[in-house]
């Protein structure tokens, strides 16, 4: 009978810790922990309508009228690829204009000198951005093979468009020590 009881014993010690494991995901008890401080978008939105193949983007769309937080956008994506240092040749920031009405910002040769690169996106593309989760109110960041994989919403405050950058700058560093591409 002792005998019974350690095997019933043994057999627990390696079949029950199975059992809690099995039990815990499937009843979503444990919430996996996340590094990336931008919101990753549920599915990848593979583009091919990207200026800059073969570098790591910064894409924005310029609204009609830019305000407070459009001018912190247009900081980080001047900003960002600086502080990248040597890393800085992977990547572009690129600001997405619709042709239409007043950006509120002198010339697009203007923002052109800050660093980031001005395409005129036509009517599809813009469709295509506004469908992403976050509309055009956020900053992505798109991969060399053109997919749009995580979303900066838009901020409004000078500690909070710095501590995006900062968000920002972070995740594009592991991006690139993990990629190969690009």
């Known amino acids: 009978m002792r005998k019974h009881i350690n095997l019933v014993l043994l057999l627990l010690l390696f079949v029950l810790p199975v059992v809690v494991a099995k039990l815990v995901l499937d009843n979503h008890w444990y919430q996996g922990g996340a590094i990336n401080r931008g919101q990753l ?10 200026g800059m193949r073969g570098k790591w983007q910064l894409v924005y769309l310029l609204p009609e009228a830019c305000d407070a937080r459009c001018q912190g956008a247009l900081f980080n994506l001047r900003q960002v690829p600086q502080a990248m240092g040597a890393e800085q040749e992977r990547i572009v920031s690129l600001v997405l204009v619709s042709g239409q009405g007043d950006t509120g910002l002198p010339s697009a040769e203007q923002v052109q000198a800050g660093g980031s690169t001005v395409l005129a996106a036509p009517d599809p593309v813009l469709a295509q951005i506004r469908a992403l989760e976050f509309g055009a109110q956020a900053i992505y960041i798109s991969d060399p093979q053109g997919n749009v994989m995580l979303a900066y919403p838009l901020v409004e405050g000078q500690i909070q468009v710095l501590a995006q950058g900062k968000d920002m700058l972070r995740d594009l560093k592991r991006l690139l020590k993990v990629s190969k591409i690009g």
Not at 41 to 50: A, G, M, N, Q, Y
């Open 41 to 50: 978008l549920d599915e990848p939105v593979v583009t091919d309508w990207l």
